[in-house]
């Protein structure tokens, strides 16, 4: 006997889609039966991890998060292959290379805001007409355990992913009459091609070895733990929780 999957029959979009834990997002919520669009500014990547999903469920949009009428073509591109949207993952995001905060170039510190704070604005405004029409969806935004517990040598990273959680939280209860859901998930450092600037623009053993000493789980989080997070988060299953930081840590935040 078959059992559907926890997004059976559900259609998503899924920002930065083509590495890391935005990857690992769109594989689990295709096998629990999603349907996703890729929004992904790199189309090597973006095409790389759509063609090794089926293409029935997969489809890819190549444009940036930062660019407001980009969001409304997405949505139209969606619905187009799909035939709806009840979901989106706000999940692109940048880091800036730690080291001291008055250091950090104003250039960085605006790419910074502008690419981890600003497409929550602007995915609002594309589908929160949408979803309040059809009375139900889900924002799933990644934040960061740095929101949670800001730390020397990341803080703008830090104070662009509490912008995401407050927001989120914001959005949650200004949405609800509208049956729209949204929570932030925090994750710890994750296995993906930020390790090198969180440790301060080298990936040595040394440095993972100072960071996990802080984790009691014993590992930095993977692509998986992040999408198991997110399809719960987008799941009926969670129907009933809105306006929430889950931090997936390992433990990071009880130190």
């Known amino acids: 006997m078959t059992h559907p999957g926890r997004l059976e029959g559900k259609v998503a979009i899924i920002t930065g889609a083509g590495l890391g834990l935005g990857e690992g997002i769109a594989r689990k919520f295709i096998a629990e039966g999603a349907s996703v669009l890729l929004f992904e500014i790199d189309q090597e990547n973006g095409q790389r991890v759509t063609d090794s999903l089926p293409k029935e469920k997969a489809c890819l949009y190549i444009g940036d998060v930062t660019n407001q009428d980009l969001w409304h073509r997405a949505l139209d591109a969606c619905l187009d292959a799909f035939g709806g949207c009840d979901i989106v993952v706000n999940n692109a995001g940048v880091v800036h290379r730690a080291g001291p905060s008055v250091e950090v170039p104003k250039a960085e510190y605006d790419r910074i805001m502008n690419i981890n704070v600003s497409p929550l604005y602007y995915s609002a405004a594309a589908l929160q007409p949408h979803f309040a029409k059809q009375k139900h969806g889900v924002f799933v935004n990644i934040s960061s355990i740095s929101a949670l517990r800001p730390r020397p040598s990341l803080v703008w990273y830090a104070g662009s992913k509490g912008a995401v ?30 390790v090198a600037s969180v440790l301060g623009g080298t990936d040595t053993q040394e440095g993972r070895a100072t960071v996990m000493k802080g984790i009691p789980l014993g590992r930095f989080a993977t692509s998986e733990d992040i999408g198991n997070a997110a399809c719960f988060l987008a799941s009926e299953e969670a129907s009933f929780i809105t306006g929430i930081e889950l931090a997936v840590d390992g433990g990071r935040s009880l130190n």
């Open 165 to 194: 959680s407050a927001i989120t939280k914001g959005l949650a209860a200004e949405f609800a009459k509208d049956g729209i859901r949204c929570n932030a998930i925090c994750p710890v450092i994750a296995e993906t091609g930020m």
